[in-house]
């Protein structure tokens, strides 16, 4: 693959390669008065990512910060911040519950800029969270960034122990033969291992109890387009539901379905720059697209869609507002929606959208 393409699969938040994507300024929320009626739950999120709604009603959200305090504008550099959180919201009860998580700029090209951190969060029990950090780098990159960095690119608990070093494996091993490139995204726990997913790496990974990383399997490029693997979540069968981006090509994103014991096989296929799964209370599936491209004034307007858990039927979802830039999604057991929005900002905020 080129360096240019795999690169971005590195650093995909930025869509500023794949489909001639631009990020734009934050789209109007306004809905029109007889739309579905959206809440605003938590506003002032420095680049929210996952959401993921926890046994005890709490809800928990990855912020990846803000980068360094300092200024850090220099086209082709990265700079190390500590100012990324895990924000939790219980009843009217929210904030944010651990600080200083290390935050990554990663300065592109054009002088603009996005962020790299706390990707995924899920409580860890005993008060400890355990994240997945995204990277958008390799193990000597992150060395270079200097101390404090060790988390990025891992399955950790915050501010605690490494649980598996996923840029490691991938900078010493290069499952899929192209660029070396981590940037793990979504976790899953299953027994006592986990399951991650590493866009750049293209591949789905398994960390043991013991922290040894081994490769699942590697996903396979769709046409020219490389995977971009993004979400994994447990089906309501059992198997697991895999989501990938293919360069947000328009209809490319592909759901996998996956049994342990065997190869991942396409589910379903049609939407765009899918980035998120959820199940819903009835078993079905909910796609997240960051970006659809559907239109020329609106590149990175996001939407919802229904999987068939039998079919992979497709269903558009009403979300009741403009999605911009949208990473994470997770659903309650009564059904609503909640979505992180606005993520490629200081700005962002988490959505709840009623049961469709």
Sequence with gaps: MSKI?????GAFLAAAVAGGLTVIPTLSQA???DAVKVEAVASGLKNPRDVAIQSDGSILIAESGSGPADACTEPGSQCLGFTGSVYRIKGSDKGRVVTGLPSKRIVRADGSSVIAGANDVQSAGGGRYRVTYSLSGTAANRKELGAGAEPLGTLAIAKGKVLGDLTVHESSNNPD???V????QRAVT???DHLVVDAAANTLLRVASNGTVKTEFVFPKNGSSEAVPTSIVK??????????????GKGLSRVWRWEPGSDPTVFTTGMTGVIDLAVQPDGNLVALSYATGDS????NTGALTRIDKSTGALTPIDAGTTLNLPTGLDIASSGELYVTNNTLSDNGELLKIPAP
């Excluded at 393409?5 to 699969?9: F, H, L, P």
């Excluded at 059992?238 to 990938?244: H, L, T």
């Excluded at 020329?296 to 590149?299: C, F, L, R």
């Design 5 to 9: 393409s795999k690169s971005w699969a």
């Design 31 to 33: 809905a029109p008065q």
């Design 177 to 179: 033969g192209g660029e």
């Design 181 to 184: 490139l981590s940037n793990p």
């Design 190 to 192: 299953v027994g006592s």
């Design 235 to 248: 089906g309501s069968g059992g198997a697991y539901y895999i989501s990938d981006m293919s360069g947000i």
């Design 296 to 299: 020329v004034s609106q590149p």
